[in-house]
């Protein structure tokens, strides 16, 4: 069943832009992503200005991404670049957010989980954008036993028939 305020709750530790990762305790974030990690970036240089110091680990096999990651960009973003789940089973330090938003096919997904989930710190939250497509992440949730929500949009009288991003924590 439905429970508003668990969802409140859930969005109030979710960090959006304005409410930084590391501001509710999230230091790491790995993210197998294009382009997504300048705003991740942003909150946490206004973290660090602040004594909050954190990371976003942005994992992509276009070896021309990441060109916008200079300055004092880098130092809160380290850019991969190689296969995601490659590269995530390389990973030393606990993961506090996983955006899954690299090949959208589900064994890619499974697998992206399924290499992170040993490097999960604990109350980790993952995320995928893959959630109208596929229950990965929500049988993923249950096998774990964490909870897990999804967020869809169905925009009207328009030609993109929407999307979503599911959140498992």
Same mark, same amino acid.
């Given at each position: 069943?439905? @429970?508003? $305020?668990?969802?409140?709750?859930?969005?109030?530790?979710?960090?959006?832009?304005?409410?930084?990762?590391?501001?509710?305790?999230?230091?790491?974030?790995?993210?197998?992503?294009?382009?997504?990690?300048?705003?991740?970036?942003?909150?946490?240089?206004?973290?660090?200005? #602040?004594?909050?110091p954190?990371?976003?680990?942005?994992?992509?096999?276009?070896?021309?991404?990441?060109?916008? *990651?200079?300055?004092?960009?880098?130092?809160?973003? @380290?850019?991969?670049?190689? @296969?995601?789940?490659? &590269?995530?089973?390389?990973? +030393? $330090?606990?993961?506090?957010?996983?955006?899954?938003?690299?090949?959208h096919?589900?064994?890619?997904?499974?697998? #992206?989980f !399924?290499? *992170?989930?040993? &490097?999960?710190?604990?109350?980790?939250?993952?995320? $995928?954008?893959?959630?109208?497509? +596929?229950?990965?992440?929500?049988?993923?949730?249950?096998?774990?036993?964490?909870?897990?929500?999804?967020?869809t949009?169905?925009p009207? &009288?328009?030609?993109?028939? !929407? @999307?979503?991003?599911?959140?498992?924590?």
């Amino acid at each position: 069943m439905f @429970d508003a $305020t668990e969802l409140r709750r859930a969005v109030a530790r979710t960090p959006w832009p304005g409410r930084p990762p590391s501001r509710s305790g999230w230091r790491r974030w790995p993210a197998t992503t294009r382009g997504c990690s300048a705003t991740r970036a942003a909150a946490l240089l206004r973290n660090a200005d #602040e004594g909050r110091p954190g990371r976003v680990t942005s994992i992509d096999i276009n070896p021309e991404a990441g060109f916008l *990651v200079t300055g004092r960009w880098s130092s809160v973003v @380290d850019l991969v670049i190689g @296969d995601s789940q490659a &590269r995530i089973a390389e990973l +030393t $330090t606990p993961v506090d957010v996983f955006l899954h938003d690299s090949d959208h096919a589900p064994a890619r997904e499974r697998g #992206e989980f !399924g290499t *992170v989930e040993q &490097r999960l710190a604990p109350g980790a939250l993952l995320l $995928t954008d893959n959630v109208t497509s +596929t229950d990965v992440l929500g049988r993923y949730a249950e096998r774990t036993g964490r909870r897990f929500l999804a967020w869809t949009e169905r925009p009207k &009288r328009h030609w993109f028939p !929407g @999307d979503g991003i599911g959140a498992a924590w």
